[in-house]
């Protein structure tokens, strides 16, 4: 059976070029895989599209690597959320691109993308701003929105447990985008916080993303004490 894992980060983001297209998983700063984007900023891509929920995080993760000019474009649902100083001063400036997705049709365009659906429509959004200018269709006495699938390059997701063909379990926020994005993307790369195991082990009423989906995965230490959300915090959400 295939095996998944990588040795490191760095192999991880090694074909990742300029100009590439990034889903990252998460909700705020917490469940997202924030040794993966740190790991992206060392690896030094730059012109990037990034497709989040927000738009980071005072100045780590997703927020740093936005505030070194590396993103061109942020696809998300809330932009100000906590602390979003680097995205409020970026996008001012002009400096950042804004495409603005109410969260369930985010979601619902990665899972489209996912299933082979190009596009699809929505009443989310009609007769605001966010559908200006953009196609709409009346069925069934209603109007409805047309949204395009997000199928990007990258997905970027944290998970508790994989096995080495890549099955993923997630622990509560973490399962969140993640296993929409990981259908979406056309490289899935997960980081594990806690356990790797040989395939098979984990129950298969357990798995929360098959490992189809997912192509890297990689074992990431404990984050620095303070830096992100621990384990613990996150259970007290």
Not at 12 to 29: N, P, Q, R
Not at 173 to 185: G, H
Request: proline share 6%.
């Amino acid at each position: 059976m295939i095996n998944k894992i990588v040795q490191s980060i760095a192999e991880a983001m090694a074909d990742i070029k300029d100009g590439s297209t990034v889903l990252i998983g998460g909700f705020g700063a917490v469940g997202q895989p924030n040794a993966l984007i740190d790991g992206l900023i060392e690896q030094g891509a730059t012109d990037l599209t990034v497709a989040a929920n927000n738009a980071g995080v005072g100045h780590v993760g997703l927020a740093r690597l936005m505030e070194l000019g590396r993103v061109r474009k942020i696809i998300c649902s809330f932009p100000r959320s906590s602390d979003p100083v680097v995205f409020e001063t970026l996008y001012r400036a002009g400096k950042l691109e804004l495409e603005i997705v109410p969260q369930g049709t985010l979601a619902e365009r990665m899972r489209a993308a996912g299933a082979g659906i190009p596009a699809f429509y929505t009443p989310t959004a009609v007769g605001t701003e966010l559908a200006e200018g953009r196609e709409t269709r009346v069925i069934n006495g209603r109007e409805y929105l047309l949204e395009y699938a997000l199928s990007l390059d990258y997905a970027f997701v944290r998970a508790t447990r994989a096995d080495t063909f890549g099955n993923l379990q997630f622990h509560r926020s973490q399962r969140n985008f993640c296993p929409v994005m990981a259908t979406a993307a056309r490289v899935t790369i997960a980081e594990v916080d806690e356990d790797i195991v040989p395939a098979g082990a984990i129950d298969p009423d357990q798995v929360h993303t098959p490992g189809i989906f997912v192509h890297r995965v990689v074992k990431v230490p404990p984050a620095p004490e303070g830096l992100w959300p621990t384990r613990r915090q996150e259970r007290r959400r």
